[in-house]
């Protein structure tokens, strides 16, 4: 009786704290978005990282997964942080309506910040085979024709022509 008495006066208060410590769904949110209007972005994504990890099934963790990316991507510009956040974001939430989204990212930030065209054709390619029919679908297509060509090639002679008189 006694080793029972002990465990619960150890165990209870350790319950107690840990059940008390954990932040809501809600506030998690909060703090994450307040974060990010501060541009505190390496905060912000361990809030969300944090979100993600401890609110799964939420209707907000596709958006704080996608927010992960984004920041890398827009925000920090660390690319191939981005990327794998990005492909988290497809295989975490497939059938989310940002998926497509994620996965034409992840060519474009291939072709035009890293500049890795295999890889880059690799994700559009992926990205075609998966939603032929989405409205980024002409773009996946035209990133691929246009794949290492600089600008200036891409505009007709006949135009350039016109622009030098």
């Not at 029972?4 to 208060?13: G, H, K, T, V, W």
Request: proline share 5%.
């Amino acid at each position: 009786m006694k080793k029972y008495l002990l465990f619960f006066m150890i165990a209870f208060p350790i319950l107690y704290f840990v059940s008390c410590s954990r932040v809501s769904e809600e506030e998690l949110w909060k703090q994450s978005q307040t974060l990010i209007e501060e541009g505190k972005h390496k905060e912000a994504i361990e809030k969300l990282k944090q979100f993600v990890k401890e609110f799964p099934k939420s209707e907000k963790a596709p958006d704080a997964q996608f927010y992960i990316a984004s920041i890398y991507n827009n925000d920090l510009h660390e690319f191939e942080n981005a990327i794998e956040e990005y492909r988290n974001f497809v295989e975490m939430f497939p059938e989310h309506s940002n998926a497509p989204k994620a996965l034409f990212l992840i060519g474009f930030i291939y072709n035009n910040q890293l500049h890795q065209l295999d890889k880059a054709k690799s994700a559009y390619e992926e990205f075609l085979n998966k939603y032929p029919d989405h409205e980024l679908t002409q773009s996946a297509q035209i990133e691929i024709q246009t794949l290492g060509k600089n600008p200036e090639e891409l505009i007709p002679p006949e135009i350039v022509s016109k622009e030098k008189k």
